[in-house]
C-alpha cells in the first residue's frame, strides 16, 4: 500500500518539476489559477494571481516607502531589537499560541520537493548518485572543472535508459560512497533521523504551520524525518504539544540560525531539504548571508533549499508608519518583531554567494481584495528554489574511473 501511495505522489512530481524548476518561471498551481481580465469583476474573489502594477501604482508605492523610511530608529534602540529579539517572539507566541497564522496547506503544491521521489527514496538516491557520476566523470576527463546539472526531464529519461551493467556499477559505486560517508564525523554515533534516508529542515517553525502539513502527508513514509527549529522556545514548546507532534518522525528544537557556533542535531551535509519560509526577513540585513552560508553545509550535495519571503513594496511594507525603520526596508512592528522586504536580485545574489544553484527565483505579485469594505492591497513575495552542486573530488573520481573500468 505505501508503494502504491508513493507512485501516485511521485508521478505528478516528475511531470511538473522541470517546468517549476525553470529559473524566474511560475509554477503550474496554485499560482495562475485566477487572471483578473475585467477590472469590474475585481470584487468576485478574494485574491487574484500574476497581477502586473501599472507605473503609476509602482510609482505611488516607492513614495510610500520614502515617506515612512525618512525617519529611523534610534540606534540604541536598533540595539535592543536585534540582542532582544528572541524574546519578542517569546512574547508573541505566548499572546497568540498557535491561532496567528494559518497552516500552509499551499507548501506542498509550491514546494513538491518536499516529497521523496520515487519508489523507495534509498533505490532512487542510488540512481541518481550514478547519473551524476557518470556526468562528472566525463566533465572530469574533458577537464571541466564547473559541471552543471541535467535539465530533470533528461535525469528521468536517462534513468529509464540505463543498461543493467551501469546499474549494478551504480550500486556498486553508492555502496562505496555509504562506506565512506560512514567513516565521516559521528560515524558511530546515532542522532534522531539517523536511520531517516530523506531529511527536511524548516528554519523558523514557529508553532508548525509548516510542520504539520508535512508530517499528515508524510507520516506513512517511514524512510523521513523532520527537523523543526526556532529561536523562541515558546514557539518549539508549542510544536511539541500539538496532538499531531511524532517523536518517531520529527526533531523539534530551540535554536538560533544567527549562531553560528551552536551545534545542530544532526551532521553537516545530511539534509535533502530546507525550508526557508517567511523567516530570513526576520533577522537583520548584516547576518542574512552569514545564515544562508551556514544553511548551506548542511544540505547533501544535489539537496533544495526553498525559500519564501516578503517582497519589495508589499502592501505590510506600505503600512509601516514613520519612525518604524531601522534601515533601508527593514522595520520594526509595534511588538518589537521585525520585517525586511526583499528584491529578486537580492535573493539571487545571496544564494549564490552561498554556492548553491538557481532553479527558480521568481516575484509573486497578487491583488488581495476585501469584498465587504472594497479595499484592493498588492501583495507581493519572492519564491526561490536553490539546489547544492554535486562535487566531483579528485578521490572520488578515481573510484568512478576504477567502476567505470570494470562494468
Known sequence: MNVIWRNYISCPRIRKVPHRYQSGCHPVAPLGSRILTDPTKVFEHNMWDHMQWSKEEEAAARRKVEENSAVRVLLEEQVKYESEANKYWDTFYKIHKNKFFKDRNWLLREFPEILPVGQKTEEKVKELAWNHVKINAE????????????????????????????SKAGSDFSKLDSEEYRKRPLKTELFPGSNATFRILEVGCGAGNSVFPILNTLQNVPEFFLYCCDFASGAVELVKSHASYRAA??????????????????????????????VLSSIHPDRMQGVINRLSKLLKPGGMLLFRDYGRYDKTQLRFKRGHCLSENFYVRGDGTRAYFFTKGEVHNMFCKAGLDEKQNLVDRRLQVNRKKKVKMHRVWVQGKFQKPLHLTQKSSNVVFSVLSCG
Open 139 to 166: 566533465s572530469f576527463f574533458s577537464k571541466m572543472h564547473c559541471p552543471t546539472m541535467p535539465e530533470e526531464k533528461n535525469h528521468y529519461k536517462e534513468i529509464s535508459g540505463s543498461s543493467d551493467g551501469q
Open 249 to 278: 518522525q520529527c526533531c523539534a528544537f530551540v535554536h538560533d540560525v544567527c549562531d553560528h557556533g551552536l551545534p545542530y542535531p544532526f551532521p553537516d551535509g545530511t539534509l535533502d531539504v530546507i525550508l526557508l519560509i517567511f
